[in-house]
C-alpha cells in the first residue's frame, strides 16, 4: 500500500478547505493553480519537480524516476506553456501516477478529462517546450508558495491544492474529523431555524 492510500478518500471527502483549517499551517498553494477540469481531485504523497521556464526535461527524467501512487508536483515558475498534455497523461497512467499539480500550464484539457486524470495548473497553454535542462526531481522545493518535500501529503479539490509535512496529516485528520462533525450538527440547527448570527453568538449584531 502506497502512503495515504488507506486515508485518501476520507481526506477528499472532508475537503482542503477543512483540512487548511484543521492543520494551522500555511499549507494552502497560491489561490491561482485551479483543475483544468470540472470534478478533478487527487490526495497523495509528493513528488516534487523543478522545470525550468518553457523546459519540461524534469517532467519526463520524474515520470521515469518517480514511484507508483504518488503526485507529481511541479515548480515551473508560473509560465504558461504545455509543459503537459495527453502523451504524458497516458505515460503517467501507465506508471500509476495519481495526479499532477504545476504551478505553470497544461494543454490537452479534453483528453485529461476524458482520460480522469486530475491536473491542478495555473494556466493553459498550448504552445510546447523544450528539452534541455533539468533543475531539480525528487528533492524539497517550493511550489506556489510552499515548501514541499518528497512524502509530503497533497490534497487537491475543487477548493485549491495544499500541502501536509508528513509530520502533522494524523493531527491535522483528527482535526477534520472533529471540524467535520461539529459542522454536521450546525448544518441541522440552521436547518431547523437558527441562525448564523445566534449559533456564532452575534446576536449584538443584529440589526434593530
Not at 482520460?115 to 526531481?137: E, I, L, N
Not at 508528513?166 to 448544518?187: F, I, N, S
Request: charged fraction near 20%.
Amino acid at each position: 500500500m502506497t502512503p495515504y492510500q488507506d486515508i485518501a478518500e476520507e481526506l477528499l471527502q472532508h475537503g482542503t478547505s477543512t483540512l487548511c483549517e484543521a492543520s494551522g499551517l500555511p499549507c494552502a498553494l497560491d489561490f491561482a493553480l485551479r483543475p483544468v477540469w470540472p470534478g478533478a481531485a487527487v490526495a497523495g504523497p509528493a513528488y516534487p519537480v523543478r522545470c525550468a521556464p518553457g523546459d519540461n526535461l524534469g517532467i519526463h527524467i520524474a515520470l521515469d524516476a518517480m514511484p507508483p501512487g504518488h503526485v507529481m508536483v511541479v515548480d515551473a515558475y508560473g509560465y504558461i506553456a504545455g509543459y503537459w498534455g495527453e502523451v504524458l497523461t497516458v505515460g503517467a497512467q501507465a506508471r500509476q501516477v495519481l495526479g499532477l499539480v504545476i504551478d505553470g500550464g497544461c494543454r490537452d484539457i479534453a483528453a485529461l478529462e476524458r482520460r480522469q486524470f486530475p491536473v491542478f495548473a495555473r494556466g493553459v497553454g498550448m504552445r510546447g517546450t523544450v528539452k534541455h535542462h533539468c533543475p531539480s526531481a525528487g528533492e524539497p522545493i517550493v511550489v506556489a508558495g510552499v515548501m514541499i518535500a518528497p512524502g509530503d501529503l497533497i490534497v487537491a479539490d475543487a477548493d485549491g491544492v495544499l500541502s501536509l509535512p508528513q509530520a502533522h496529516v494524523q493531527r491535522t485528520l483528527d482535526g477534520a474529523r472533529k471540524r467535520t462533525e461539529k459542522e454536521a450538527g450546525t448544518m441541522r440547527r440552521l436547518q431547523s431555524g437558527e441562525t448564523t448570527l445566534e449559533l456564532l453568538g452575534l446576536t449584538a449584531h443584529r440589526k434593530r
